[in-house]
Nanobody, 112 residues
C-alpha cells in the first residue's frame, strides 16, 4: 500500500522558516517521489520544487532562493526547507510520487 505522509507544517511569521518532510512507503519507485506542490484556498495546485532525474533541484520562480528541496540517501524521505517565508506561501503542501500518489498534505500558514 502506497503511503505518503507529510509533516512539519504549522504557523510561522513572515521571514520565518519551516521544514517539511514527506515519508514515503510502499511506492515501488521511491526515486520518483521527488515533488512538492501546494494549493492555496481558491487557487489551483502548483508545483513548488522537484528533484530532476539527474538529481538537480528545480524551483518555482516564487520560491527560488528561499526554498530548498532534498532527499535522504535511502530516497524514502523528501524534505522542503522553507526560509524567508511570506504570507503568499500560505497553502497546503503536498508531496507526490510521479503525480500519481499523493500525501494528505500539511498546512503552512504565514502571518504576523
Amino acid at each position: 500500500q502506497v503511503r505518503l505522509v507529510e509533516s512539519g507544517g504549522g504557523s510561522a511569521q513572515p521571514g520565518g522558516s519551516l521544514r517539511l518532510s514527506c515519508k514515503v512507503s510502499g511506492w515501488p519507485y521511491s526515486n520518483r517521489c521527488r515533488g512538492w506542490f501546494r494549493q492555496a484556498p481558491g487557487k489551483e495546485r502548483e508545483g513548488v520544487a522537484s528533484i530532476e532525474p539527474d538529481g538537480s533541484p528545480r524551483y518555482a520562480d516564487s520560491v527560488t532562493g528561499r526554498f530548498t528541496i532534498s532527499q535522504d540517501n535511502a530516497k524514502t524521505t523528501l524534505y522542503l526547507q522553507m526560509n524567508s517565508l511570506k504570507p503568499e506561501d500560505t497553502a497546503k503542501y503536498y508531496c507526490s510520487c510521479s503525480g500519481i500518489a499523493w500525501g494528505q498534505g500539511t498546512q503552512v500558514t504565514v502571518s504576523s
